[in-house]
């Protein structure tokens, strides 16, 4: 049995007030003349506007993005928790998100595969079809991310698939506009188009790289930016991105040793760093999202962007196998009020035994807290990606 018991005695962690990312960067969720969700502070994090006050006029956003307006990445969360259901979707049961996702693996496959004349518009078919089955159920979504199954397909398309969701969940939670998501999503769906294969080898592979391996690995953004270019993909920020994913601010990164790096770049880096934590390889097993957040909030410090795709997931994104203090072995099926008290449908009693009917637990409740992570092998019944989802789903209605 797989179990990695954890320590809840500690405090839980207080905000950060020093997480913030600009108010230009959230805009979407300003609405002139109307009440503010979130408080506007300048750079020295002193408060402009509290929340409720009102930007009045298109004058005014602009003198505060031009002061450098800030905003803390808590006090949007509340407003990018707001789901998108209202809006049309397409007519999948719960059920049949897996193979629908198992899908849009093939149509990734084909995309960045493709020629260069083909290449752009089978990107944008992919991206589209995997944009309809995020805006169907973010939370499958996520649980698409964190449950990798060891051998399910190519590793490089699957770990493009994976970087691209969690790059558009942190930039929906930062409230980018639709444009800004989209690019997000492709730019780190091809981050990595010129060494898929070697990202498939070398998730296998136990003995050291080859000469010819780092020299590819060192060079591969450019030449990814370079066979997008080549394909006609004209979004200078999106080739800037792809380009620069490996830089970093002090120059240590590669392969050209920039120090100006676009936001995206960044992003892209954070997801490629976070999702590949979460794949088990040769050498390493998977890690759990809390270890892999973990990691990241060490590599990004006080950087936003990271911040803000760890708190995308949350401490236990949905899809994660827990044991609470009852006892009781459950599924995390979506976030709670607050990051470590999750909601679990509980799948057996105290006991052990399997459950008829999931139970919904208030993880808040000291008896129901989560206190170990469980491995799929630590369950007393086989779980189906069907039932899985059905089960996220459910909730999220």
């Known amino acids: 049995m797989v179990q990695r018991t954890l320590n809840f005695r500690c405090p839980e962690p207080t905000r950060d007030p020093m997480r913030l990312c600009s108010l230009q960067s959230v805009q979407a969720h300003v609405v002139l003349g109307q009440p503010l969700g979130f408080s506007v502070r300048d750079e020295h994090s002193q408060l402009l506007l509290a929340k409720g006050q009102i930007i009045a006029d298109a004058k005014q956003l602009a003198e505060l993005f031009q002061r ?178 490996h830089e970093l601010p002090d120059g240590s990164g590669y392969p050209q040793h920039a120090t100006d790096i676009s936001e995206l770049a960044t992003l892209l880096r954070f997801a490629d760093v976070y999702t590949a934590r979460l794949s088990a390889r040769a050498n390493r097993p998977a890690m759990s999202a809390q270890q892999a957040g973990r990691e990241l909030h060490l590599l990004g410090a006080s950087n936003p962007l990271a911040a803000a795709l760890i708190k995308a997931f949350g401490v236990f994104p949905p899809g994660t196998l827990v044991r609470l203090a009852s006892g009781e072995l459950g599924l995390v099926v979506g976030n709670g009020d607050k990051a470590y008290h999750p909601v679990v449908a509980t799948l057996t009693d105290a006991a052990g035994e399997p459950r008829l009917k999931p139970l919904r637990r208030d993880t808040s409740r000291g008896n129901h807290a989560v206190v170990a992570l469980l491995s799929p092998q630590s369950m007393p019944m086989r779980l189906s990606e069907g039932r899985i989802a059905s089960l996220i789903a459910e909730e999220a209605a």
């Not at 809006?87 to 049961?93: D, E, F, I, K, T």
């Not at 004349?117 to 078919?125: L, N, R």
């Not at 969690?166 to 409230?175: D, K, M, T, V």
Request: glycine share 4%; hydrophobic share 40%; aromatic share 4%.
């Open 68 to 245: 450098g307006a800030l905003v803390e990445i808590d006090e949007i969360a509340d407003l990018v928790q707001q789901p998108r259901r209202q809006a049309s979707r397409p007519q999948l049961r719960a059920e049949q998100l897996p193979d629908a996702w198992s899908g849009c693996g093939e149509a990734v496959r084909r995309a960045l595969g493709a020629d260069a004349t083909q290449f752009a518009q089978a990107v944008d078919a992919a991206t589209e079809q995997l944009l309809r089955l995020i805006d169907h159920s973010p939370e499958v979504a996520l649980s698409q991310v964190v449950r990798q199954p060891e051998s399910d397909g190519h590793y490089g398309i699957n770990h493009s698939i994976h970087a691209a969701t969690a790059c558009h969940a942190a930039a929906r939670f930062l409230g980018w506009n639709e444009d800004e998501q989209r690019r997000a999503f492709q730019a780190a769906l091809t981050m990595n188009v010129s060494m898929l294969d070697l990202q498939a080898k070398l998730a296998t592979q136990v003995s050291p790289l080859t000469t010819l391996q780092r020299e590819a690995i060192h060079h591969h953004p450019t030449r990814s930016a370079e066979i997008l270019d080549r394909a006609g993909i004209t979004d200078s920020l999106w080739l800037e991105a792809v380009a620069q994913h």
